[in-house]
């Protein structure tokens, strides 16, 4: 333990003295200053925009006056998706997704107001995020920082002169890749500590324990994505015998790993699985209730057995006969008839962005990167399935509405609500899920990341043997 | 060997006949070296292929979008069938059918359901940009504004987040990696392999520099070209119809290469260790093509989300404000809109006739709050042009989007025309209506039809658009050309 210690001490020694390091290391710290506190400042618009639209609203649902209650369900809501706090540490696929969905009876609207779907070809090269930082820049200071480093003392003689006083190049490269992990998780460290000030500034003890469960988690896969940075770059530099080439061949390595393959695997995903067009989504729907789906029978059937049955029920031979009113309880059949078939269709389109997603997902286990940029957007609650998770509560909002709207204008005193009515329909609250949610979804990523640290770290204890370049 | 001062004539000027030898010479053992570097090859081919996939993905993008185009055109033609067939069939048959005969046009128009497409150019396959972000095709019914009913093609979040693999990534992204990979131990690759000093003895070393990067610079262009040649066949442009936007987009490439030619040509003029040009070169890289443009890219904050809601959402309560004029005050409102076409004076107004002069203050104020929307957008985007200076990246990638129409720009002026040509939609109709013109086949026919065209991309605002870039060569190319003087004597 003393060995790894004193080559520790003798390694940050060393980069203590180097002038470009001190030159990396500022650029490290401005760099993370600036993404926390702009990203922070923009999750305050964000948020300031968003809750001010909710509730405006809300407002404008709350006094409505007195209107009946299927024009109310016709009226509809309108939910906007809370801003997270940590999507400003990885806004993830945010600026692709809408934030805002109309919500009413009879038929379930597309979020709108995608970010990206107003802005230039600027935004296609990504915000610089802390997210970018950890998973992009990172790395790249790791490469540049610690490619030299076994080059180095063998140019200079100083590896003889380790290994003849007894320090094995096993002990020099371990030492050697723990100390640019733990110079780069320091980063990681102070930069989150700042985050967690700046969040518990914002929201007090309020799901407090929930973000500091993320942020631990958080930095803890970067530890392990920095030791797998360090590792390939020292154990590189030790096999090499020239440092440009070496450096020429890391940079390689990362543009692989970072820009062609995530781009190249989601555009292959786009191809393998072609989503349906709106166009043949809506007809879908529109020819599954004509013919019916699964257990269900044609619309029309569906509903001239609801009416029969309803009748029968109550004894009556006309529908106006019924002790209530019966537009409230058919359109609510109606209602229920087309959310299967919604669920059907919009489930397919789940699934075939799933498929899509599948291919990036799968090659996470050759690419590291691939699997630190799912895990991070999973942490941070800003990937494709908290959306999901978003439409799907939206969508459970609405189907409550609608069916308590419905159950009104079937058995409510008038036909017109009261003016006080809609203070008894509670707000739409989304729910944030917990982070075990978050990451049991991204098993293989965290198969990947565990398996490369693995064996990366086999190869640091048994492949140095074969290391014959002194 | 005799040392000349470089000119401008250098290259027709007889007496550097000996100079052109020398540079065939050194052209000529350039190639043979790269014919000897299996990795450089290697790297190449990869190249090659990964160009050919973003061509081919880019090509099957478009066939896509105009794949849902032409479902949409498919059902305009069956939906145009139908409205000829009524407007053709005369029912008076009954009282309440005579009373709504007036409004034929308004129903002939609601069975058309009119779409408006901004349609993929043949460049789009070459430089996707944000035309699939963007909504490409607007119901401009006479009931809604297109603003609030705006269909958004199903997406893959994750697919844009990623952005495309498409040829203008190719020449963005991995272009400049090749170059610095050809060109950054041009001077010190020889000093690593010992051989600088026999070359020095031979050759003045600003020479050589300069002789290397025209080879590598002449076998950059060629391989872009091919690729160019290659985009152009595949995506079915032709010299008939295309060739000012060829030219133009051929000018962006050149442009771009020599820039980054310049920028190498700079940091090896500082004769500096290779690992030290490969590590500054890297980061150049970085902090251009990464860190400027996305740091920009933060500056700039989401439209206001309240407007937004208002453009958007049109119906129910939002709208109740206008709903509850009197039949008077809805009429007088609707009289006193601005608009360029002949006003419609209702002599009888009916229900029907409030009914749409409310609907079009409806419309109007949605239009009015997307203006908003708009108008920030506009301002957002020349805030993202003004710091072009700092950002060349981005207006290369700015510049080949405008070849290819698919920058934001262009599509606010289609959604400019589109929201223009069904206002004027809605007079037309309007007009016949409350007026209680006659309504026949031949005024059907009459209809306005959306008629859109995208601005060319000249040369001169190519120029005007580059000029920083430009700037940025020469200023490269001067510093560096003192440098090799200075530090190679």
């Known amino acids: ?470 | 060997m005799e040392c000349h001062t470089p000119r401008f004539t250098y290259f027709w000027n007889p007496i550097y006949k000996e100079d052109m030898s020398t540079r065939l010479m050194i052209w000529h053992y350039q190639f043979l070296l790269l014919m000897r570097n299996k990795q450089l090859l290697i790297s190449f081919l990869i190249l090659i292929a990964l160009a050919f996939y973003a061509i081919l993905y880019g090509q099957h993008f478009r066939e896509r979008q105009q794949t849902i185009v032409q479902g949409i055109e498919e059902k305009l033609a069956i939906n145009d069938s139908i409205a000829r067939k009524f407007v053709l069939k005369i029912d008076t048959s009954s009282e309440i059918r005579k009373q709504n005969f007036q409004y034929r046009p308004m129903a002939a128009d609601v069975i058309m359901r009119k779409f408006v497409v901004y349609k993929p150019s043949e460049f789009s396959a070459l430089s996707i940009g944000q035309k699939d972000t963007y909504p490409y095709y607007h119901d401009v019914n006479t009931n809604n504004s297109l603003h609030s009913s705006v269909i958004q093609e199903m997406h893959n979040p994750n697919k844009l987040q990623a952005g495309n693999f498409d040829l203008s990534f190719i020449i963005i992204y991995l272009i400049p990696l090749l170059i610095i990979a050809l060109s950054y131990n041009v001077i010190s690759g020889e000093q690593d392999l010992r051989t600088y000093t026999l070359l020095r003895i031979q050759i003045p070393i600003s020479k050589l520099i300069i002789y290397k990067l025209e080879f590598q610079f002449i076998l950059v262009i060629g391989l872009v070209l091919f690729f160019n040649i290659a985009g152009f066949l595949i995506s079915g442009l032709t010299i008939q119809d295309d060739l000012y936007n060829m030219l133009v987009w051929i000018s962006i490439n050149v442009l771009y290469i020599l820039f980054w030619f310049s920028i190498c040509y700079l940091i090896i003029s500082f004769n500096s260790s290779s690992s030290l040009n490969a590590l500054l070169l890297g980061s150049i890289w970085i902090i251009l093509v990464m860190v400027v443009p996305s740091a920009i890219n933060n500056i700039s904050n989401p439209p206001n989300e309240d407007e937004m809601i208002k453009s958007t959402f049109r119906r129910g309560r939002e709208t109740d404000v206008h709903h509850e004029l009197t039949q008077q005050q809805a009429l007088d409102s609707f009289y006193r809109l601005k608009h360029p076409y002949p006003v419609p004076i209702i002599k009888n107004p009916g229900a029907a006739d409030i009914m749409h002069a409310q609907r079009e203050l409806i419309n109007r104020e949605a239009n009015m709050y997307a203006g908003y929307v708009i108008k920030r957008q506009k301002n957002q985007f020349n805030e993202v042009l003004a710091y072009g200076p700092i950002n060349p990246i981005f207006i290369t990638q700015y510049a080949f989007n405008q070849v290819a129409a698919t920058e934001l720009n262009s599509y606010l002026m289609y959604l400019d025309s589109a929201e223009s040509y069904q206002t004027k939609r809605r007079y037309y109709i309007y007009d016949l209506m409350m007026n209680r013109k006659d309504f026949g086949i031949k005024e059907y026919e009459k209809f306005p039809e959306f008629t859109f065209q995208q601005p060319t991309y000249t040369f001169s605002k190519f120029s005007k658009d580059s000029i920083y870039i430009a700037g940025i060569i020469v200023l490269c190319l001067g510093i560096g050309f003192r440098q090799t003087k200075k530090r190679f004597l």
Request: with cysteine; charged share 15%; hydrophobic share 45%.
């Open chain 1, 1 to 470: 333990m003393n060995k790894y210690w004193n080559i520790i001490r003798y390694e940050w020694l060393l980069l203590r003295r180097d002038r470009a390091f001190a030159i990396l290391f500022g650029f490290v710290l401005v760099l993370s200053l600036y993404t926390i506190f702009v990203g922070y400042k923009k999750y305050q618009y964000v948020k300031q925009q968003r809750e001010q639209a909710a509730s405006k609203q809300r407002k404008l649902f709350l006094n409505q006056g007195e209107v009946n209650a299927h024009m109310a369900a016709h009226y509809g809501y309108i939910v906007v998706k809370p801003s997270s706090l940590l999507s400003f540490v990885d806004p993830g696929v945010e600026p692709y997704t809408g934030t805002t969905i109309r919500l009413e009876a009879h038929q379930q609207n597309d979020p709108v107001f995608v970010p990206a779907s107003g802005q230039s070809s600027l935004i296609r090269f990504g915000e610089l995020s802390f997210g970018l930082l950890l998973q992009v820049i990172f790395p790249l200071l790791i490469i540049f920082s610690s490619y030299r480093s076994v080059i180095n003392d063998r140019e200079n003689g100083t590896l003889k002169l380790l290994l003849s006083q007894g320090v094995s190049l096993r002990t020099l490269i371990l030492g050697k890749v723990l100390t640019y992990t733990m110079i780069y998780l320091f980063f990681l460290i102070i930069s989150v500590l700042i985050y967690a000030l700046l969040v518990k500034m914002e929201i007090g003890t309020y799901a407090w324990d929930q973000i500091l469960y993320r942020l631990l988690f958080m930095i803890l896969i970067y530890f392990l994505y920095y030791f797998i940075i360090a590792s390939i770059t020292v154990f590189l530099s030790a096999v090499y015998n020239s440092s440009s080439a070496l450096l020429v061949t890391l940079l390689a390595l990362w543009f692989v790993f970072s820009i062609i393959m995530p781009k190249a695997t989601a555009n292959f995903g786009a191809q393998y699985a072609p989503l349906q067009s709106k166009q043949s989504f809506n007809k879908s729907m529109v020819e599954a209730s004509k013919t019916g789906i699964d257990n269900l029978p044609p619309i029309e059937e569906y509903k001239q057995h609801f009416r029969d049955s309803l009748m029968k029920a109550y004894h009556v031979t006309d529908l106006k006969d019924l002790p209530f009113r019966s537009s409230g309880v058919l359109m609510q059949a109606d209602e229920t008839y087309r959310n299967v078939i919604y669920d059907h269709a919009f489930g397919g389109y789940k699934d075939t962005i799933r498929l899509q997603n599948s291919i990036a997902t799968f090659s996470s286990l050759l690419n590291p990167f691939q699997a630190i940029k799912n895990l991070s957007m999973a942490i941070c609650a800003s990937d494709v399935e908290h959306h999901f998770l978003f439409l799907e509560q939206g969508e459970k909002y609405r189907r409550k509405l609608v069916a308590e709207l419905n159950h009104q204008d079937a058995y409510g005193e008038h036909e017109d609500v009261s003016k006080d009515y809609f203070h008894r329909i509670p707000d739409f609250s989304y729910q944030s899920p917990s982070i075990a949610w978050s990451i049991a979804r991204r098993k293989l990523e965290l198969t990947s990341i565990g398996l490369w640290s693995v064996i990366l770290l086999g190869l640091l204890i048994s492949g140095t043997l074969f290391i014959k370049k002194i």
